[in-house]
């Protein structure tokens, strides 16, 4: 059975930090999708990792992709409350997504 | 160009009783998903579809029945909805060979008292 699994499940973090979260999955897998939630909305695509040393920077955020280690990892650079959600890690297997169980961000000041 | 369509946004059902939820999506993708979150939960798979007339199981089918008659629909249904069925229902699509990935609806909240 693939299972993925992010941790931590939830960080609180004071803006200005930096932190990293980290995605772990269980089967070959070559794309690697990351999301962003905010409360009762749908998601966002933040990031499509499509190969093993792959790294894609966004703002304050920077996501890569190890896929010998299955692992990826998106960190945050120096917080701001606006970063406050919940990330989701994705890997595509067989043409579907099978999500992690999700990282619940909270910045505060 | 409205994506991926989901209706209705919010629906309450009694034990026992059945409904549909619809998904519709404009982009031609092949591909369409309905995932269930939990609260405070990642997302479940419960089927999907390459494509008109082909469906598959996901990770938690059982209480849900699925068709796909066209590229641009493929409706969930409950048959005898039950309290574990509580959940925000999203319904995604893609078109498998694009880099960019999957699309996906805002969701039907639904809840089973």
């Known amino acids: 059975e693939l299972k993925v699994e992010q941790n931590p499940l939830f960080l609180s973090m004071q803006e200005g930090k930096n932190y990293t979260i980290y995605c772990n999955y269980s089967?070959?897998?070559?794309?690697l999708y990351w999301y962003r939630q905010d409360p009762g909305k749908s998601l966002e695509s933040l990031f499509v990792?499509?190969?093993?040393?792959a790294v894609k920077q966004e703002g304050r955020l920077m996501a890569s992709l190890d896929t010998k280690a299955r692992l990826s990892t998106l960190h945050i650079t120096a917080a701001v409350h606006d970063l406050s959600a919940t990330y989701f890690c994705?890997?595509?297997?067989?043409?579907?997504?099978?999500f992690g169980t999700g990282t619940r961000l909270q910045v505060f000041p | 160009n409205a994506g991926v369509t989901q209706t209705p946004k919010f629906r309450i059902l009694k034990i026992g009783q059945s409904m549909t939820l619809q998904c519709t999506q404009d982009?031609?993708?092949?591909?369409m998903y309905w995932y269930r979150q939990d609260p405070g939960m990642g997302l479940k798979l419960i089927y999907y579809?390459?494509?008109?007339?082909?469906?598959d199981k996901g990770e938690v089918p059982n209480g849900y029945n699925v068709s796909r008659s066209t590229t641009e629909d493929f409706p969930l249904r409950l048959e005898l909805a039950a309290p574990s069925q509580t959940s925000v229902y999203f319904c995604?699509?893609?078109?498998?060979?694009?880099?960019?990935?999957?699309?996906f609806g805002s969701g039907t909240r639904l809840t089973v008292v």
């Open positions: 995604a699509s893609s078109y498998l060979g694009q880099a960019w990935g999957y699309t």
């Open positions: 089967t070959t897998s070559d794309r």
């Open positions: 990792l499509l190969s093993n040393g």
């Open positions: 994705a890997v595509e297997v067989t043409d579907k997504l099978i």
């Open positions: 982009m031609n993708h092949n591909y």
């Open positions: 579809s390459v494509g008109a007339g082909i469906t």
